[in-house]
């Protein structure tokens, strides 16, 4: 593996969740492929999880690492061509990429979406840019459209928590919805886990019960207030349900996100909030909407703003997944890491 930024990448996903299931139980099974490697993980934007989580994978495969944040120590970089380079920043992309390279084996970018223009965030020029410069195999630690280590992440959490008193026969729920915040964020996290999900419904018995009974498929449904449909090459046939309480019927999974407008539906409201979140307050996930679910669990990719996206009880309820869905970060990117050692 090369590059990792779609679903596609990582093949097989059967094979891909047999392979994070058995280095969760060795997390060092690999420790000899890194020895002498370098990973340089390049941040343009904060981070927690995606900095600690795929530190720990690197070292995991006894690989070095190196962490740069682009705006805090080093030179302001240009990342557009022909800009005539007389404001703050000091530096081009296409300079600091190949010299960047030069010390590294395998390189993370973070560059979130700038939500200003379309085009240049959907064409992922900042990780391309990465890809056609370094000549090093580079991996998404979200990007301007997705955040796949998350949504391997989610599906690996996921595949754990089927309840095993399920009725076989029946899909397992998985819904996605669209939850208030109060600043303009991407869509990166939705973009992939509906990508994941819509790939992972594609295969037939993914989810092995515990009991280790026929598996079971997956049905997969989105939630947003109108304005907030998601790109097409993302979503694919997924269903759209704009009725919340209706989506959340009978769900075992329940996974909340806010996003900014994508631009699909509105093309020049691009990247903006439709709506005062004020008004869309009854889209927090509470009480009220996980009662109807099938004892469903709570997932959200962190870091979220209880009471704007989930109320403090259900965050706090024994059907959070949370914390175990972040764990499963350090597997996600060990097994990626892994596939890129052996094959590049
Ligand atoms: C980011 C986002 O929504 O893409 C990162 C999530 C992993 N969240 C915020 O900026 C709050
Ligand atoms: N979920 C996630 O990627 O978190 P960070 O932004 O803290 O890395």
Not at 41 to 46: D, P, R, T
Request: proline fraction near 5%.
């Amino acid at each position: 593996m090369k590059t990792f930024l779609n679903v596609q990448d990582l093949g097989d996903l059967r094979t891909a969740l047999d392979e994070a299931l058995e280095i969760k139980k060795d997390r060092f099974k690999y420790v000899e492929l890194g020895k002498n490697k370098t990973a340089l993980l390049v941040f343009f934007n904060n981070s927690l999880r995606t900095r600690l989580s795929t530190q720990k994978a690197a070292l995991n495969l006894g690989m070095n690492v190196i962490v740069l944040d682009v705006n805090a120590g080093a030179w302001k970089l240009e990342t557009e061509r022909g800009v005539i380079m007389d404001g703050d920043k000091s530096e081009h992309l296409l300079e600091a990429i190949p010299v960047m390279a030069s010390y590294c084996d395998v390189i993370g970018i973070r560059s979130f979406a700038g939500l200003k223009d379309r085009e240049y965030d959907y064409a992922e020029t900042v990780y391309n840019q990465f890809v056609k410069y370094s000549g090093k195999p580079v991996f998404a630690m979200e990007t301007a459209t997705v955040h796949p280590l998350q949504a391997f992440a989610d599906l690996i959490t996921i595949a754990e928590h089927v309840a095993p008193e399920g009725d076989a026969s029946r899909p397992i729920k998985v819904v996605l919805t669209w939850a208030p915040h109060p600043k303009s964020l991407p869509q990166a996290v939705p973009n992939s886990f509906a990508e994941w999900m819509v790939a992972a419904s594609k295969c037939d018995n993914l989810l092995s019960s515990p009991s280790g009974e026929a598996g079971r498929g997956i049905e997969f449904v989105i939630t947003h207030p109108k304005g907030y449909e998601l790109d097409p090459k993302f979503v694919g046939d997924a269903k759209v349900e704009y009725d919340q309480m209706k989506a959340f019927e009978g769900a075992d999974f329940i996974y909340a996100k806010n996003w900014s407008c994508p631009g699909v539906t509105e093309p020049d409201k691009y990247g903006q909030i439709l709506e005062d979140y004020h008004n869309l307050l009854d889209w927090t996930v509470s009480e009220r909407q996980m009662a109807v679910t099938n004892n469903g669990k709570f997932m959200h990719c962190l870091p979220v703003r209880r009471n704007m996206i989930v109320t403090d009880d259900v965050i706090e309820s024994e059907n959070s997944l949370v914390i175990p869905e972040a764990a499963n970060r350090e597997i996600s990117a060990t097994v990626v890491l892994k596939r890129i050692l052996v094959n590049s």
